[in-house]
């Protein structure tokens, strides 16, 4: 297998919307990331958690934290959205929202049980 084809290292960048959005209700947001690095951990480089990435203090993490050499898995709000309200934390690290950069993962409506699926569905790409 040569560089072209090898998969990207994947990290797991969430982003809660400040713990208190009625659409993420019924996640929670310990539980799953406990779950998630205990079950997970092995095909995962690292994962943070953020109340807020598309106010300017995210855009400034994104810009230090989203990198080439990894493909981001942004569990967030609904995948159009994120394609909106992330993409200035993108243009400000100089990624582009690609399919070899980054994968969304809505987790509007959903709870802790179905955004794990979601993620190891996403990991498994
Ligand atoms: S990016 Fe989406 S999930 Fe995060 S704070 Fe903004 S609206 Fe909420």
Redesign the pocket.
Same mark, same amino acid.
Request: proline share 5%; hydrophobic share 35%; glycine share 4%.
């Given at each position: 297998m040569n560089e072209t084809t090898s998969p990207k290292p994947k990290a797991l960048l969430f982003?809660? $919307?400040?713990g208190a959005?009625a659409s993420?209700a019924k996640i929670d947001f310990w539980a799953l990331t406990e779950r998630v690095r205990l079950e997970l951990g092995g095909q995962i480089e690292f994962l943070a958690l953020?109340?807020?990435?598309?106010?300017e203090d995210?855009e400034r993490l994104m810009k230090h934290v989203l990198t080439d050499k990894m493909l981001f898995i942004t569990p967030? $709000?609904?995948e159009k959205?994120?394609e909106k309200?992330?993409r200035d934390g993108f243009q400000k690290a100089g990624m582009p929202m690609d399919a070899a950069h980054w994968i969304p993962v809505s987790?509007a409506m959903e709870t802790t049980d179905t955004v794990f699926e979601k993620i190891k569905a996403a990991l498994a790409k």
């Open positions: 982003c809660t $919307c400040s959005c993420m953020h109340p807020r990435l598309c106010e995210g967030a $709000c609904a959205r994120q309200l992330l987790m």
